[in-house]
């Protein structure tokens, strides 16, 4: 059973528009929360994470907003950019566990 | 450190052939991940091991599928007997557990899998 979920397959935008990825998930154990970026033919990378006790986080043009009510998380990037284009993964993290689960991910294009 | 490092990088095999996976870890890392990326269900964990223990395997599919750590710095994933399913990417990751940032992988570039 997937206890994080990503409902958009896909996600395409102008470049300089923002972009919102969202993300959910089930396990209430989990206390982090992270979103990876992917290149074809590369692994996934690390691109910006939210703890449990926080709503947000900024890193750059990239948010993270968590509702741990509605176990829902999404990714702003503001403004895009065509760079931007690449499947980005959701993740959840449970401290102690050490396992680390993913979304099936959503592949993002930003138009020039 | 040249990062997580895979081998092969494309595999293609026949119905009922064994396959097998290889990872070289980031020196020093704790934990290693092995995960299969499909369509249907994204980046699935499969396994994950904490200095060299297996430590969760309830992701393996099926009893066809078999990893090791016989020690830090290798790990293997084998396939036996492979079938037309198991095609997908594989892909393993290190990480420093709690000494480093919280949920922070470091993925290899993956093994793409054909089983034809």
């Known amino acids: 059973d997937q206890q994080v979920k990503q409902n958009s397959p896909s996600l395409s935008v102008q470049e300089g528009r923002i972009s919102i990825l969202n993300c959910d998930y089930t396990?209430?154990?989990?206390?982090?929360f992270l979103w990876y970026k992917k290149y074809p033919a590369e692994g996934p990378t690390f691109l910006i994470s939210i703890s449990s006790i926080k709503d947000k986080n900024e890193d750059g043009r990239f948010t993270v907003f968590l509702n741990k009510s509605a176990k829902h998380l999404s990714l702003h990037i503001v403004p895009s950019q065509p760079g931007d284009s690449a499947v980005y993964f959701c993740?959840?993290?449970?401290?102690?566990?050490?396992?680390?689960?993913f979304g099936t991910g959503t592949r993002l294009t930003v138009i020039p | 450190d040249a990062g997580v490092i895979q081998s092969p990088r494309h595999e293609v095999t026949e119905m009922g052939q064994e396959v097998t996976l290889r990872c070289k870890p980031i020196?020093?890392?704790?934990?290693l991940f092995w995960y299969r990326q499909t369509m249907m269900r994204g980046l699935e964990l499969l396994i994950y091991f904490n200095n060299n223990v297996p430590i969760d395997d309830s992701g393996m599919p099926e009893d066809r599928f078999s990893a090791k750590m016989p020690n830090a710095s290798f790990s293997t994933l084998k396939i036996q007997p492979s079938e037309p399913r198991d095609s997908a990417v594989y892909f393993c990751?290190?990480?420093?557990?709690?000494?480093?940032?919280?949920?922070?992988?470091?993925f290899g570039q993956g093994t793409r899998l054909t089983v034809v």
């Open positions: 020196s020093g890392h704790d934990y």
């Open positions: 396990n209430s154990m989990f206390d982090y």
């Open positions: 990751a290190s990480s420093l557990g709690d000494r480093g940032r919280e949920g922070e992988a470091f």
């Open positions: 993740a959840a993290f449970q401290t102690g566990a050490n396992n680390l689960f």
